[in-house]
């Protein structure tokens, strides 16, 4: 199956890499440039996406760990898992020793996720290569992506120091059925209406938890929405204290309350768990879930036992992001022309990107591509019983503030949820978990000196 | 027996220099590091390393003001709960499954199966257990079937539960483990004692005290040792367990499992003064469980025991 | 005596009653295992189901097919590493606890103390200081830095020295001497037979540890071709995603688990039949 999958994908790459010879800039590099590039990543999602879209593949081997390119160099895939953090940990410490690496073993490009982006185009760091100094210009070359995709790639002082081919806008999925029985009606505007703010939600989760639903299943759900939308950084660039944003408090405030007012499932802790995937099946009471493209095919789709179709798309009460993977160049490469080609043909090149969104199902960093994918039916999803997502995704990409973001992301955004999922199920007081959440971020973050909470 | 001459003592040092070159190159190079970084400030910040800076006994002054203590006390519950039922068991099984007189049917098929679950990888055990106890899982809906149980239990949400849990789960991986090697000290004991205290008429209980125990004394010893430190050490279950977060409300945060969110950081200084501060308390408790053990000669003891074994079957006759 | 064999008949059902009990709890985890290695990952996120499913083959095709998880050779260079130290690491234990039990030297107090302090260092801090230790060395990405410390472990090395401390008089060893044979034969040839039951225990415990570690190799293996199992399965947990096939995944447990089955299984022999120990008893 897989094999087939894959040569497919390669016979696919080949004809694609004839007809698109406008992208190519093989004749442009340079002598100096090195036999082979390092690409760090923690699973094949980006190796998949080049096999299929980069013009200049020639074969992967079977394993996977090796990707010739037409001109002879080769790419060699650096896969470590993201359990217990071995990725970051393998990544920093070659990151750390590329300067005494030979050529071949030096990081030319590394992967990271919007969570601890910052960790590495942090400008003292310098270990992810300003765009600029690759010969990109983000204006201009990189035109077509959304702003917020740019800045969260950028360092303090705005430089971009990397690109994603994917954003991940995410929206409101729901149950037809339940909407019908509840609100009268399914349908996706009707329902948004319902959902378009958190005032406005409230009351439907009411209405809701009459009939016997649970409006999302857990206190999880809705974290990123609220943590998309801080004003500031968890801590300001150059200093040591973490100042808790009143939108988190906010979030602790609306899920206490949700949850013990019964709008939420009790008995689902947390995302990625047994519970919270049965969530998503047919005998489950959960009317609906906070997924970008990606949970709706990954995550959702897999959990779903019932018919096609069941499931419909519309606005959340809040526009946010949930994930994406940035293409770095590793300052130090060897093969700086490559890797130049290689983040424009997966980054800036609306063919291929709509090429991704439609074999991948990832909504891609192209403004313009997006809003035609919009009323394209083409994007219609079967899953989702031919409703075109892209129609909601769309305008919510359009929308996203991104959070100003810090070093420091990860660890807080995970520390939060864990050091308060006790008091949401009533095992600590609120101050014992205001303490505790300090206790593991100092023990995560030993610079941190002090921790500020919002009045 | 302790007639040995001289020059047989270069061999003492020939058998055992592997051993010590080994240990030197590939444990105490690194431990060195280790003891040397517990006294300097030295981290990482992103990606950017912090030190090392001297700082003195710092470290050393700042952990006693965390919550190590506590995390102390909750190893050391863990450790009742799943070690103590470990050994206890442990004991029995050994001693049932060397007693000639007890007619055990399929003595084998136990013997094999009860080390089983150490074969399993602790993560994947884990796993496995977590599909079990989860709150829609199968035991919550079988004890709801039988009508035991009301509502669904939250076995991870609280602390009672969480802390059984883990402790069973070390229980099932290592009484397999503890009685195989129980056995095998059982085993070493000369079959011409048990045939002798058979002859004086010694009940099994009797035999068990008086003659088992003291006699498999020296592996019993290792045995309360190796699991003291075991239990010192106890980490991949409650991590995998709880996420890594000792939940709830950090009551199954082990010392090792602070140790580790340490060493996420890269915090050597203070990962490194937590190791020595661990190193401390399990030498201090190993040298009273080894002075304890291993005080009385074992000759002696062994005599007193089967003088107690006659009076008593005097008194019982 | 009828009091007696009363008393004796109730021991026998207890021991039956808790050793059934104890077996089942320790088999229904294989079971469960199995079980859930026979669904699609579809099924799986549903429910546990008592019964096995239909898709033990497919699983097990999905697992020895893929590409770009050499399960194969995952099982093979685990077998190497496991094997090389459960070897390496009874050996020089028993050559080691000989050495500081059968001879009298000077420094012999000392080295005794020394491994009992070693002993109790916990294992997880010395990594990262292990780490840049073989990356000086150039055994980073090598199976060796897995199998050679092996030789130093200190807990199997007081396992062995109390057992010699039980089962080896002495007089045996001298009664060798008489008779003319090296330090290293009677070694070989009369103290290792002796110890053969804790070999075949530490054997066994040192395998399966070994096995399972995944701490130190995942630190220290980088190329694919070197990994070892409990890698390759967190390496397929962390592949597609949040998208990892649960099945795929207990089918590789499970594939992973036969191998150190078989091992114990063979070992187990050694215990199971009661190795009667030859030589002279005090």
């Known amino acids: ?455 | 027996m302790k007639k040995k001459s001289v020059n047989y003592g270069k061999w003492g040092y020939i058998f055992i220099l592997p051993f010590f070159v080994i240990y030197f190159i590939f444990s105490l190079i690194p431990l060195f590091d280790t003891v040397r970084y517990s006294f300097f400030e030295y981290f990482r910040s992103g990606i950017k390393q912090i030190g090392p800076n001297f700082v003195g006994l710092a470290n050393y002054v700042s952990l006693l003001h965390s919550d190590m203590l506590k995390y102390g006390l909750n190893t050391l519950i863990l450790w009742v709960i799943g070690f103590v039922p470990q050994i206890v068991v442990a004991l029995v099984l050994a001693c049932w499954f060397t007693d000639a007189r007890l007619k055990l049917h399929g003595k084998q098929f136990f013997k094999v199966v009860i080390y089983l679950p150490n074969l399993i990888m602790a993560s994947a055990f884990a796993l496995l257990f977590f599909t079990m106890f989860s709150t829609n899982g199968p035991v919550n809906s079988i004890l709801c079937s039988l009508g035991w149980i009301k509502e669904p239990i939250d076995f991870l949400g609280s602390v009672l539960g969480t802390r059984s849990l883990v402790g069973f789960m070390n229980f099932l991986m290592w009484f397999g483990n503890t009685t195989i090697m129980l056995m095998a000290a059982v085993m070493g004991i000369s079959m011409d004692v048990f045939e002798a205290s058979d002859l004086d008429g010694c009940n099994s209980i009797q035999r068990f005290f008086y003659i088992t125990l003291p006699l498999i004394r020296p592996i019993l010893s290792y045995t309360l040792i190796t699991s003291i430190i075991g239990g010192l050490q106890m980490f991949d279950v409650p991590q995998i367990l709880t996420n890594g977060q000792g939940n709830p409300d950090r009551t199954s945060m082990t010392l090792i499992m602070f140790l580790n969110s340490h060493l996420k950081s890269k915090n050597y200084g203070m990962a490194g003064a937590l190791s020595v501060y661990l190193f401390i308390i399990s030498a201090i408790l190993c040298f009273f469980v080894y002075r304890m053990t291993n005080d009385n000669d074992p000759d002696g003891s062994k005599k007193a025991a089967k003088k107690r074994a006659r009076a008593e079957r005097r008194k019982t006759k | 005596m009828m009091k007696d064999k009363t008393a004796s008949r109730i021991r026998s059902i207890v021991a039956h009653v808790v050793l059934i009990i104890l077996s089942f709890m320790c088999l229904f985890f294989f079971y469960v295992l199995i079980v859930n290695a026979s669904h699609s990952h579809a099924e799986l996120q549903k429910g546990f189901s008592a019964l096995p499913g239909k898709y033990f083959w497919k699983n097990l095709m999905n697992v020895a097919n893929d590409g770009s998880f050499p399960m194969f050779r995952g099982i093979l260079n685990s077998i190497i590493v496991s094997g090389c130290s459960a070897v390496l690491c009874t050996y020089f234990s028993s050559l080691t606890a000989y050495g500081l039990y059968a001879y009298d030297f000077k420094a012999r107090n000392v080295a005794f103390t020394f491994i009992m302090a070693i002993l109790v260092m916990p294992t997880q801090v010395t990594a990262m200081g292990f780490l840049r230790l073989i990356t000086k060395m150039g055994l980073y990405d090598s199976l060796l830095p897995l199998i050679i410390p092996s030789v130093a472990s200190p807990a199997v090395f007081y396992f062995m020295y109390s057992y010699l401390q039980s089962s080896l008089p002495m007089s045996l060893v001298e009664a060798a001497r008489i008779d003319g044979s090296g330090e290293f034969r009677t070694f070989n040839s009369i103290v290792l037979p002796i110890m053969k039951p804790a070999i075949a225990v530490q054997a066994i415990f040192t395998f399966v540890g070994s096995w399972n570690n995944y701490f130190v190799p995942a630190l220290v293996i980088q190329s694919k071709s070197k990994m070892t199992v409990p890698i390759l399965i967190a390496t397929l947990r962390g592949a597609d995603y949040m998208n990892f096939d649960m099945g795929k995944i207990y089918m590789m447990i499970t594939v992973a688990i036969v191998p150190i089955i078989i091992v114990y299984l063979l070992l187990s022999k050694f215990i199971i039949a009661g190795v009667t120990l030859g030589g002279v008893k005090e």
């Open chain 1, 1 to 455: 199956m897989k094999k087939r999958a894959v040569s497919m994908i390669l016979a696919a790459a080949m004809v694609c890499g004839m007809l698109a010879a406008n992208v190519s800039c093989v004749s442009a590099k340079g002598s100096d440039e090195g036999k082979v590039i390092n690409i760090y990543s923690w699973n094949d999602e980006f190796r998949q996406r080049l096999e299929a879209v980069y013009p200049e593949v020639e074969s992967t081997s079977k394993d996977g760990t090796v990707t010739k390119l037409k001109d002879g160099t080769e790419i060699h895939w650096v896969v470590n898992p993201n359990q217990d953090g071995v990725y970051q940990q393998k990544l920093d410490e070659a990151l750390l020793n590329q300067a005494d690496a030979s050529a071949d073993d030096k990081v030319d490009i590394f992967l990271s996720e919007t969570d601890y982006v910052f960790k590495y185009t942090d400008k003292d760091a310098d270990v992810a290569m300003p765009l600029t100094d690759l010969g990109i210009d983000p204006d201009k070359d990189l035109a077509d992506q959304y702003d917020f995709t740019k800045t969260t790639a950028s360092d303090a002082d705005g430089v971009q120091r990397g690109a994603t081919w994917q954003c991940c806008p995410g929206v409101l999925v729901y149950r037809r059925d339940i909407a019908k029985d509840v609100f009268g009606t399914d349908d996706p505007k009707e329902v948004g209406e319902k959902m378009k703010d958190w005032d406005t939600a409230k009351e439907s989760a009411a209405q809701l938890k009459e009939k016997g639903y649970y409006t999302f299943a857990s206190y999880a759900d809705t974290f990123r929405l609220y943590g998309n939308s801080i004003e500031n950084p968890w801590v300001e660039s150059g200093d040591s204290v973490i100042k808790v944003d009143s939108k988190i408090m906010d979030w602790v405030k609306d899920s206490k309350e949700w949850l013990d007012a019964g709008y939420l499932n009790k008995t689902v802790k947390g995302q990625w768990n047994d519970d919270w995937n049965k969530a998503m099946s047919s005998e489950s009471k959960v009317f609906a879930f906070l997924f970008p493209a990606w949970g709706i095919d990954f995550t959702l789709k897999p959990n779903w036992d019932g018919a096609e179709g069941d499931w419909a798309v519309t606005n959340p009460p809040q526009e946010y992001n949930w994930g994406g993977s940035y293409i770095q160049a590793a300052t130090g490469t060897d093969n700086p022309e490559h890797v130049k080609d290689i983040i424009l043909a997966m980054t800036g090149n609306q063919d291929n990107l709509l090429k991704i969104s439609k074999e991948y199902s990832d909504f891609t960093n192209t403004k313009s591509g997006m809003k035609d994918a919009a009323t394209n039916a083409d994007f219609a999803s079967d899953f989702l019983g031919g409703q075109n997502p892209f129609e909601y995704f769309a305008p919510v990409a359009e929308n996203i503030k991104i959070a100003p973001l810090s070093a420091y992301d990860q660890g807080c955004v995970e520390l939060i949820q864990n050091a308060f999922s006790d008091y949401f199920q009533g095992k600590v007081d609120f101050d014992k978990a205001k303490a505790n959440f300090e206790t593991a971020i100092q023990e995560r973050y030993p610079e941190i000196t002090e921790i500020q909470w919002p009045e």
